[in-house]
């Protein structure tokens, strides 16, 4: 198979939906050898931030001399984006030069009726396993596709754990209150770990501080073990920061990324990378902390795209990264046109996402992404026309020009003819395929 064969295959995993459960991941892990086994983790769970956490620990640990890799989901552009390993994603060719290796197991697996097929996500998280295996990788950082206990990254066994924030998200799966939701996040703290989070909410704190004790482990928080003692913002060219980690203080990290949100990830990715060093009996050294956040970028994340007009690619995907994503673009955006392209997966709380867009937009974009998961666009716009209705009726004379446009690709072509340089477009949402879409 080539690259674009394994694509295929992967794209069409996703009929298989979302199964949690770690039946059919153990044992195609098995049959590999576990190559789980081979390494050390560092699993990053929460609603959001996740990914932005992982990728910087991982950079930290890297510039700091240790042979990391990570894994995340999911990806903007391309598949190879989810498997990095020691300072590159993983290359076309050895994505699928591993996968032509798994393949024949995952028939396998799939023939024994383990509660059905291996999906796409188990798939790729194998794939990262193995391939850090191959690449003498000596610390993965995982971040959690959903929830915990059932998530394919928790075959993993992991020494240290980081907890971002939790807000309802994926509740037919995980439950229906913030508490349920927890309670299924933190079951990837195993014996004797490590435990970082930035939560400050007390329901979240009690369940994690239970966990902690039944599994013997050790819990750090922010605020009291790690916390953030300057931050200067720098616009959309990112922050300088003091960060005061669990051993030591970083100072002047010029971290290049927008977002009010980025700061409180880094100081977890900080507190992370220095657990996982002390493990080791040893210390983040200050000036390689620093070089590591001069080649970080997170695709997908307040990203700027293209200048003039003004681009910026966000996928805030759930409530809680659409309400970061509005409290930043209104920061950010000042005066100027905001033309808002958006689109959203139907087993999101797409309600609430609409109310906190339409409060943002001057001109709004519906469109659908290239994803078997995506909201209806009809249906989008039904919903989108009823909470501007309520809206008005409440008294808020916010005026709202709306469209309906049948892709992404189409939206950002119709966005840049609308414009003027002095616009803002910003594509949030459900996103995927941003730079061959802007080429």
């Known amino acids: 198979m080539n690259y674009s064969q394994v694509c295929k295959y992967l794209d069409d995993c996703l009929i298989?939906?979302?199964?949690?459960?770690?039946?059919?991941?153990?044992?195609?892990?098995?049959l590999l050898g576990n190559p789980q086994k081979k390494m050390e983790f560092i699993h990053v769970v929460g609603t959001n931030g996740k990914t932005s956490t992982t990728k910087f620990t991982a950079g930290i640990l890297k510039y700091n001399g240790v042979r990391t890799g990570y894994h995340i989901s999911p990806h903007i552009n391309s598949y190879t984006e989810r498997i990095w390993i020691d300072?590159?994603?993983?290359?076309?060719?050895?994505?699928?030069?591993?996968?032509?290796?798994?393949?024949?197991?995952?028939?396998?697996?799939?023939?024994?009726?383990?509660e059905g097929p291996l999906t796409q996500f188990e798939i790729i998280t194998v794939m990262a396993f193995k391939l850090a295996e191959e690449e003498g990788i000596e610390v993965m950082v995982l971040e959690a596709g959903m929830g915990g206990r059932w998530d394919a990254t928790n075959a993993a066994d992991?020494?240290?754990?980081?907890?971002?924030?939790?807000?309802?998200?994926?509740?037919?799966?995980?439950?229906?209150?913030?508490?349920?939701?927890?309670?299924?996040?933190?079951?990837?703290?195993?014996?004797?770990?490590?435990?970082?989070?930035?939560?400050?909410?007390?329901?979240?704190?009690?369940?994690?501080?239970?966990?902690?004790?039944?599994?013997?482990?050790?819990?750090?928080?922010?605020?009291?073990?790690?916390?953030?003692?300057?931050?200067?913002?720098?616009?959309?060219?990112?922050?300088?920061?003091?960060?005061?980690?669990?051993?030591?203080?970083?100072?002047?990290?010029?971290?290049?990324?927008?977002?009010?949100?980025?700061?409180?990830?880094?100081?977890l990715a900080l507190a992370l990378a220095e657990l996982y060093m002390k493990t080791k009996d040893k210390e983040l050294i200050e000036n390689k902390v620093r070089e590591s956040l001069k080649h970080i970028r997170v695709k997908g994340r307040l990203e700027v795209i293209k200048e003039k007009p003004l681009m910026i690619a966000d996928a805030s995907h759930n409530p809680g990264g659409i309400e970061n994503f509005v409290e930043n673009i209104t920061a950010y955006a000042g005066n100027r046109r905001k033309i808002i392209i958006f689109a959203v997966l139907k087993d999101k709380d797409y309600e609430s996402m609409v109310k906190k867009i339409i409060s943002v937009?001057?001109?709004?974009?519906?469109?659908?992404?290239?994803?078997?998961?995506?909201?209806?666009?009809?249906?989008?716009?039904?919903?989108?026309?009823?909470?501007?209705k309520e809206s008005a009726n409440s008294g808020d004379d916010h005026k709202v020009v709306l469209y309906k446009i049948d892709s992404i690709e189409n939206s950002i072509k119709f966005a840049l003819k609308i414009s003027d340089i002095n616009d803002i477009i910003c594509i949030t949402g459900s996103i995927t395929n941003l730079e061959n879409i802007v080429r």
Request: with cysteine; aromatic share 6%.
């Open 158 to 267: 992991s020494k240290v754990v980081g907890l971002t924030g939790v807000s309802l998200e994926h509740t037919e799966f995980l439950g229906s209150t913030i508490g349920e939701i927890t309670s299924e996040k933190v079951e990837v703290i195993k014996k004797g770990a490590l435990v970082a989070t930035t939560s400050c909410n007390e329901e979240v704190l009690k369940i994690l501080n239970h966990k902690v004790k039944d599994t013997g482990s050790k819990l750090f928080l922010y605020g009291k073990d790690f916390y953030i003692q300057k931050k200067v913002s720098l616009g959309l060219d990112g922050w300088l920061l003091d960060i005061k980690g669990i051993k030591n203080t970083y100072r002047n990290l010029k971290l290049p990324l927008a977002g009010n949100y980025q700061p409180l990830n880094l100081s």
């Open 361 to 388: 937009s001057d001109v709004l974009i519906l469109t659908s992404s290239h994803n078997t998961r995506s909201l209806d666009i009809d249906k989008l716009e039904e919903v989108v026309k009823e909470k501007i």
């Open 87 to 114: 300072g590159k994603d993983v290359s076309e060719k050895r994505f699928s030069e591993v996968f032509k290796k798994i393949y024949p197991h995952i028939e396998e697996v799939n023939k024994m009726n383990l």
């Open 16 to 30: 298989f939906g979302i199964k949690p459960g770690l039946v059919r991941v153990n044992k195609i892990l098995e």
